[in-house]
């Protein structure tokens, strides 16, 4: 669609979210206009923003979002960050936290859009991405659940742990899934994405679902 075309019969209100209107969330409950061509919505469960044609073909290309609909958890920031009419609206440290929201979740579109380089520890995703790298053929938990749960031994933690790990960002679980104890002070001294198995320290045990534990695998 060309909504640049002079021939558009498209008007500023046609594209205006209302209340009772479709939103990616579901139907909007409540609207404000932000800014010229920027609006917040809620829904009865999640919200964001919508901006107008013109004010979307503002945005950056990597960060832009089809539609003008940017999410309230981690695309707000995209708003808050390159949408002048709202910009000029926050204080500094609103700016800031959407600067460091933006490189946490979106790294690499970050860097394309601004130029800007995220270092490793600014970035929950890099962290991601490099601890994946190094661990790709090591158990690496996704899940745990301590001695109160039947079947683990006191003063132990049993964990599900995959080959890889969990990706941070999308969530998925490429490799193979098994079940380990791990001593539970231990576990919780862990650092970083996801605690490694050591398969000669750390007992695998057997479950038909990796949690709960059953038995230890001999």
Known sequence: ?????????????????????????????????????????STASHGGFKLSAAENRKIPEPLRQKGGWYEEDCLYAVVYLFHEGVKATLNAAQI????????????????????????????????????????????????????W????????????????????????????CRAFLVPAEEYGNRLGVGFVIDPDRHPRVATDTYLPITKEVT
């Not at 669609?1 to 479709?22: D, I, K, L, V």
């Not at 600014?122 to 991405?129: H, I, K, M, P, T």
């Not at 933690?157 to 679980?173: D, K, M, N």
């Open 96 to 147: 800031q936290m959407a600067d460091t929201s933006l490189r946490n979740y979106y790294p690499d579109q970050y860097t394309a859009a601004t130029g800007k380089p995220v270092a490793l520890n600014e970035s929950r995703l890099l962290q991601s991405r490099d601890h994946h790298a190094r661990h790709a053929n090591d158990w690496v938990t996704i899940s745990a659940v301590g001695d």
């Open 1 to 41: 669609m060309n909504s640049s075309s002079s021939s558009s019969p498209h008007t500023a209100t046609e594209y205006a979210p209302r209340e009772g209107g479709h939103s990616p969330w579901g139907s909007i409950q409540q609207v404000k206009e932000r800014a010229p061509g920027a609006w917040e919505v």
């Open 149 to 176: 749960r039947e079947g683990i031994p006191k003063g132990m933690v049993g964990v599900t742990a995959c080959l890889g790990g969990r990706h941070f960002h999308t969530g998925s679980v490429a490799g193979e």
